[in-house]
């Protein structure tokens, strides 16, 4: 047998990277990773840099955990859209054994590392990954409910960072929750709109009337409305010592209007484009939203 060249070894590593990237869903992780650090950040009196560590490391593990089980459950459907037959264990580039593996010890490492900042933090990460798995994959095929369920998990990382700063779960983290709880109903109908025919052939019925229809698009105003409200209510000063100064509410306040225009005109227009417009705005609506509590937290700790 002939010895691999240096460019067919480098080419079979760089194909295990981008295959261990893509059952853990990397990009996503990160996002959940930066919601958890920005939480943190907001409940810290004093920054400890090992702690700040641990909880990267440990958010990271839970959605890799998740992402893992969730494409070993579906890897069958994943065959038949074409924005996902190419994942690792579809293709055939990843056996079932291997994710189960990989799953597995990810989850084991992130309940860990996770514990080892206190055990509330550990209980709140576990709890997001068996919600995930066990609850919102499953009704994924069988109700549009499944994204209630699914913003459960989706909305633990913000608040995951407060409790892992506080070891306490009070008014604050539960603020932050519904943030990031009721952001994710505009946000993932969105991503249903625009790749409804792609969810479809996989019996993925995400919409919350299973169509593109007027009360889908009343739906996802209603839920960004409520998105909206919901980020200013730390302004009024009646959510402990989560606090808005008035100036950072009105930044908030202009970007959800923003937010609010493109959901008003995905229900004017009821198109892909303009449903893809508004993920992409949602997106940049909560992280600009972590980043002014944060640098506001911030801003009057320092005056």
Do not use: C
Not at 126 to 148: C, E
Not at 183 to 201: E, R, S, T, V
Not at 215 to 230: E, L
Not at 231 to 244: I, K, M
């Amino acid at each position: 047998m002939e010895n691999l060249s240096v460019a067919q070894i480098d080419t079979v590593k760089t194909s295990v990277v981008q295959d261990f990237k893509e059952i853990t869903k990397m990009r996503l992780a990160l996002s959940v990773v930066f919601s958890s650090v920005a939480g943190y950040l907001l409940g810290v009196e004093t920054v400890s840099w090992s702690t700040l560590l641990l909880l990267a490391i440990g958010g990271y593990f839970m959605v890799g955990a998740s992402n893992a089980f969730n494409q070993i459950i579906e890897r069958d459907l994943d065959k038949l859209m074409d924005r996902t037959k190419n994942r690792p264990i579809p293709s055939g580039r990843m056996s079932v054994n291997t994710a189960f593996a990989i799953a597995t010890l990810f989850t084991i490492a992130g309940i860990s590392v996770l514990y080892n900042i206190n055990p509330k933090t550990a209980m709140f990460g576990a709890i997001s990954i068996f919600i995930y798995v066990s609850l919102y994959t499953p009704l994924k095929t069988k109700t549009p409910l499944s994204v209630f369920v699914g913003a459960i998990p989706g909305a633990i990382p913000f608040m995951l960072g407060w409790v892992a700063a506080t070891n306490d779960f009070g008014i604050e983290p539960g603020t932050l929750f519904m943030i990031q709880f009721f952001w994710q109903f505009p946000h993932f109908w969105a991503i249903g709109w625009f790749l409804f025919d792609d969810y479809k052939k996989g019996g993925f019925f995400m919409l919350p009337t299973g169509k593109k229809d007027q009360g889908t698009a009343v739906q996802v105003i209603i839920y960004t409305v409520w998105t909206i409200v919901t980020s200013l209510v730390p302004v009024f000063g009646v959510t402990g010592e989560l606090y808005l100064t008035p100036v950072a509410g009105g930044i908030i306040l202009i970007l959800g209007l923003v937010l609010g225009r493109s959901a008003m005109l995905l229900y004017k227009r009821r198109d892909s484009k303009t449903a893809k417009q508004l993920m992409l705005m949602s997106v940049l609506y909560i992280t600009l939203l972590q980043i002014i509590y944060v640098v506001d937290k911030f801003i009057r700790a320092w005056i």
